[in-house]
């Protein structure tokens, strides 16, 4: 720069010197070991000055912030203070969604009723709901849970939607002595005999999952032979895999296609789907979540193809969502987990009916809720159960109560059954069911155990037309379910003991 | 060994900028959990310091930018936890090791160095994911954990944990600091500013930026260890995170000023403050604020922070000149 060389012979040795230290400061390649000089030092001091000014700054924000988080943090002693996470966007958004919805639709409802007791106040107090999103991110997640202990020191902790942002949670809560209270994760590994800070509310383990559903392909054996099984390589939809797997080798049934991935596009299951095509199976599973499965359906579509037996997780547990995103008539004769608000429990002695919940949701929002709506207020319902047998917010003694209503205690999921050492879920069983279509829409038909059947399972699915689907609505409840499908899970030959193989891969 | 050889820079201001970087850095790790009880704030605000600095050497000394560049972190992570939890190692060794496992990594990818730019960053995002789908593969479960994760809470000690990664911080910053002065810095920054002219000046730049480089790995190995230690129970997608142990990484960098001894220490402080400020009361809008916010910085001030504080400091030291 001419200027500059031209400037350069008006100033100061001591000014450039100075400048010769901000290059080095600022990492410059031109460096030359500073001299010093007479007239150096006032300007050191500005140059530190400023850097100072720099440093005092970012304090004075990062003092701000603090302040900030810790005047909202303190928590009313008027009420019992409720905190947890949800995924405002990122790959666990919807499920996350839905199961905060449910939860908040628990919290409104007892506040109208004029809140919780609380025998160690005397009185019944209000709650109030302390969120942060987590964006599906694990890391977020980690701040985040210890926000919510440490700065908002909430008097309830429950966990985000499933395992991967449950995760970050554990050790934390384990580490503060806070009970976590846990909707929907349900893997195995986090639930030991030594962590007694952990409670699983609304969702069997989910080694545990399809029990049902392989003593049903096994007791098909005449018409089923070559399966193929694919699952996302997360911990949810891989110990539903392996457990799977594990019981029909066992049976003498080998999948002929056995696999995991990552897959998340229609672009991607469609080359996946025609690795599996080229096997000739008689039944496709795919494990995945939500938008695997949308993709799964969309890739179908995509290549025309037509499998004898379909089954995916999602179509049971999200249908309005997987019914709209998928093409028309993906889900005909689809094979799905039983669960409410399909599977519907009258029986209950906590909270409302399963149908009488869906009326009250649908009059609420103007449409029906879906699994992890149910799941999100089970939690609910029981966490106030909790609160109110426990008599105090104690933590310990939040766990004793949790275990106390476990094995007599049935809601609109069905019977709450804790392992009371580790706490994870034993109750809330998964029947088997197959969206059927009728003239008036696709009806769900619980297939599996027998005892609990409300009708029969069309095999092999009839090849249609998928554009030329049937309706999308679901009619009707399809079967009054009973704590019995637990019993039956305990008869089977099917037991998690003789299952060891798949089900002892390594959590910790 | 000849400390003036070594360290072109005067030993005198070495000490007082190491002493300007210790100080800040030691008062806000030690004061901000006392002011604000969320230690995991400042659990992540030092392992981000580690791996701004350990990505600074590369990327910012070098001009050689790692888009894949977490799995080091990630790699670190998985070392410390598998030797904990399946082989019984003292914590403390199984980071060193971890680390080491990084850097052993580093060694393998370094043919991607003889590519440059775009092809680099794209052949390191490859190299990412490659791993990733190892180490996430379920027919490695009783190796690495698989799908299911790995658990080492038997040793899990946040406290402990926050102390090492903080003092482990400012060790980091230092030796950028230490990098930086040093002949060493000098020739990184000269294969940075123009590869070609300094191989025909005789110099083997590959040496140069594979040691970088391994510097790098190790330090973000030591990163990710103290990470997974501070979770103590973890699935792969919580350490083989591209948004949150890739990219937000250079954002920072680039923010406070790549290549500069200081700026990536600021812009961790800033930005990651900014963040978690947004994430915490803005969640519904903090990636659109944090785009926008990105958009404009890289617009107006693409070479960091940093350039501005020297621009001040020219216009207070050299008016004359002006602007």
């Known amino acids: 720069m001419p200027s500059g060389v031209a400037n350069r012979k008006v100033i100061s040795q001591s000014q450039v010197t100075l400048l010769q230290q901000w290059g080095y400061f600022m990492g410059s390649e031109n460096v030359t070991p500073p001299t010093g000089g007479p007239s150096g030092s006032r300007k050191k001091s500005s140059r530190n000055a400023i850097i100072a000014i720099v440093v005092v700054v970012i304090l004075i924000a990062a003092g701000l912030t603090a302040y900030e988080l810790t005047r909202t943090g303190k928590s009313s002693q008027q009420s019992i203070t409720v905190g947890t996470l949800y995924a405002g966007s990122g790959s666990f958004a919807l499920s996350s969604g839905y199961q905060l919805a449910g939860l908040k639709y628990w919290i409104n409802q007892t506040n109208a009723n004029g809140g919780l007791m609380l025998n160690s106040a005397g009185k019944k107090l209000p709650l109030k709901l302390v969120t942060y999103n987590d964006q599906s991110s694990t890391a977020t997640a980690q701040t985040e849970y210890t926000n919510l202990i440490t700065t908002n020191h909430v008097n309830i902790l429950v966990s985000d939607f499933g395992s991967t942002l449950t995760a970050p949670a554990v050790a934390i809560a384990q580490e503060h002595h806070q009970l976590l209270f846990d909707p929907t994760a349900s893997s195995p590994g986090f639930f030991t005999a030594t962590n007694p800070y952990i409670v699983d509310l609304s969702i069997l383990v989910s080694s545990q999952w399809p029990l049902v559903l392989a003593h049903y392909i096994i007791s098909q054996k005449s018409n089923i032979t070559r399966v193929a099984i694919l699952y996302l390589d997360q911990a949810f939809t891989t110990a539903q895999a392996q457990t799977l797997d594990s019981a029909l080798v066992a049976a003498g049934i080998t999948p002929v296609y056995y696999q995991s991935t ?225 019993s039956f899970l305990n008869q089977q030959a099917f037991t998690s003991e003789s299952m060891a193989a798949p089900v002892q891969v390594r959590f910790r | 060994m000849n400390f003036r050889k070594v360290f072109l820079a005067d030993r005198r201001m070495l000490a007082r900028d190491a002493g300007i970087m210790v100080l800040p850095l030691a008062l806000l790790f030690l004061l901000g959990p006392m002011l604000f009880a969320n230690q995991g704030l400042f659990m992540e605000l030092a392992i981000y310091v580690m791996l701004a600095d350990a990505l600074n050497i590369v990327y910012g000394f070098t001009g050689y930018l790692p888009f894949g560049f977490g799995v080091f972190f990630a790699v670190g992570a998985y070392g410390t936890a598998i030797l904990v939890a399946f082989h019984g190692w003292p914590v403390a060794l199984a980071i060193l090791a971890g680390a080491l496992f990084s850097a052993l990594l580093s060694l393998l990818f370094t043919p991607l160095l003889r590519l440059s730019g775009a092809y680099f960053a794209i052949a390191s995002l490859a190299a990412f994911e490659a791993v990733y789908l190892i180490f996430s593969n379920s027919s490695l479960t009783s190796v690495t954990g698989g799908p299911y994760g790995i658990s080492f809470t038997s040793v899990y000690a946040p406290n402990l944990d926050y102390a090492v990664a903080a003092v482990l911080a400012v060790v980091s910053a230092l030796t950028v600091l230490a990098v930086s002065g040093s002949s060493f810095g000098i020739a990184l920054k000269a294969i940075r500013e123009d590869r070609f002219a300094v191989e025909l000046a005789g110099v083997n730049s590959l040496k140069y930026r594979t040691y970088a480089w391994l510097i790098s790995s190790f330090l973000s190995g030591v990163a990710g260890g103290l990470y997974g230690w501070y979770l103590g129970f973890f699935y792969p997608e919580a350490v083989f995170s591209l948004t949150d142990f890739s990219v937000l990484v250079i954002v920072f960098v680039l923010f406070g000023g790549r290549g500069t001894v200081f700026g990536p220490l600021i812009g961790v402080a800033v930005l990651f403050a900014v963040y978690e400020f947004l994430t915490l009361y803005f969640s519904n809008l903090v990636l659109i604020i944090f785009g926008v916010l990105l958009v404009l910085l890289i617009l107006f001030i693409p070479n960091g922070i940093m350039e501005q504080v020297t621009r001040l400091g020219r216009l207070l030291f050299r008016p004359e000149e002006g602007e």
């Open chain 1, 262 to 486: 990552s897959a998340s596009s229609a672009a991607e299951y469609s080359t996946l789907l025609q690795s599996i095509n080229a096997t000739h199976p008689q039944a496709v599973l795919n494990f995945g979540y939500d938008t695997n499965d949308i993709a799964f359906f969309q890739a179908l579509n995509a290549n025309s193809m037509h499998f004898n037996f379909v089954f995916t997780i999602y179509a049971g547990l999200e249908y309005a969502v997987l019914n709209k995103q998928t093409p028309a008539g993906s889900l005909n004769y689809t094979y799905t987990y039983a669960s409410p608000p399909d599977v519907q429990y009258s029986n209950v002695n906590l909270g409302p009916t399963t149908s009488s919940f869906v009326n009250s949701w649908t009059s609420a929002y103007g449409s029906g809720p879906n699994f992890n709506n149910i799941a999100g207020y089970n939690a609910g319902l029981l966490i106030g159960k909790t609160i109110e047998t426990a008599g105090s917010l104690n933590q310990t003694a939040l766990r004793q109560a949790a275990n106390k209503l476990s094995g007599n205690t049935t809601t609109l999921e069905g019977p709450f059954v804790l392992n009371t050492t580790s706490g994870a879920q034993l109750g809330m069983p998964m029947d088997v069911m197959q969206y059927q279509p009728t003239s008036t829409g696709l009806r769900p038909v619980v297939i599996y155990p027998t005892d609990l059947a409300t009708g029969t399972a069309v095999y092999p699915a009839p090849s249609v037309a998928l554009s030329g689907g049937s309706p999308a609505a679901v009619s009707g409840p399809l079967m009054q379910a009973q704590p019995a499908s637990q």
